[in-house]
């Protein structure tokens, strides 16, 4: 089953003699619990897609469905509500909240939705990427592998359809790097979260199920490596 639909999806800067295609007419699938690599040079459009893919831009055409649900159709207010529930988002710089603590960051997708956090999920969550002893720190207080964990478990929280991770490993060094995809791989695995990572590490894009190569915002390879 099809978690993640994209339709002839298209990306224009500009006008006239400054346009840039960003992203031509782009199609392809992902399948609920999935691992799927997207790699490509840069300036190939990798980045222009992940945006689109998590609700960030609009794009110039085509659709994106995710869990069935066109999200190019819901309006600003629908999309945000629908992107902090559905969509998992992992960036290379954390973009956490440097005032909260490391369970407020943990927690904001709910908090914002005034929902109740499940105290043994985010325990479980927490446990799991090391963090119980680290909840009431500071984003300053931590290292940068730490920071990237507690963004892991701000993605996760709310049990999203899709997770989407920017180059989640590029701010790290190999050792929390290699950690990091670790535990990615293993809640893509244990708990069937599909995964979608952008990156350049050709390391990193071998751990997926699928590859997936953008070039000059066209598909240029599609590749299973795991059936």
């Known amino acids: 089953m099809s978690i993640l639909q994209i339709e002839n999806l298209s990306k224009v ?32 459009g990798k980045s222009t897609l992940l945006h689109l893919l998590g609700g960030v831009d609009r794009p110039s055409s085509g659709k994106v469905l995710v869990d069935n649900t066109d999200i190019y159709q819901l309006n600003e207010t629908q999309l945000a509500i629908f992107r902090r529930r559905q969509i998992g988002l992992i960036y290379q710089f954390y973009n956490l909240i440097p005032i909260l603590t490391v369970e407020e960051n943990m927690t904001l997708p709910m ?21 119980t002893n680290r909840l009431s720190h500071l984003p300053n207080q931590l290292s940068g592998g730490q920071q990237q964990r507690v963004s892991i478990g701000r993605a996760l929280i709310s049990n999203p359809a899709i997770i989407l991770a920017d180059e989640p490993t590029g701010n790290l060094d190999s050792k929390n790097s290699n950690e990091i995809m670790e535990l990615l791989k293993m809640f893509n695995k244990t708990y069937n979260q599909t995964l979608i990572v952008i990156t350049h590490d050709e390391r990193i894009a071998l751990q997926a199920d699928r590859v997936i190569e953008i070039n000059d915002g066209k598909v240029a390879k599609d590749e299973v490596i795991r059936p």
């Open 13 to 44: 800067y500009g006008k006239g003699e400054t346009t840039v295609k960003a992203l031509d007419d782009v199609s392809f699938s992902v399948k609920k619990g999935e691992f799927v690599a997207i790699i490509g040079p840069s300036g190939s």
């Open 111 to 131: 908090l914002l939705d005034e929902h109740k956090v499940d105290q043994k999920q985010f325990n479980d969550i927490a446990s799991t990427l090391g963090l």
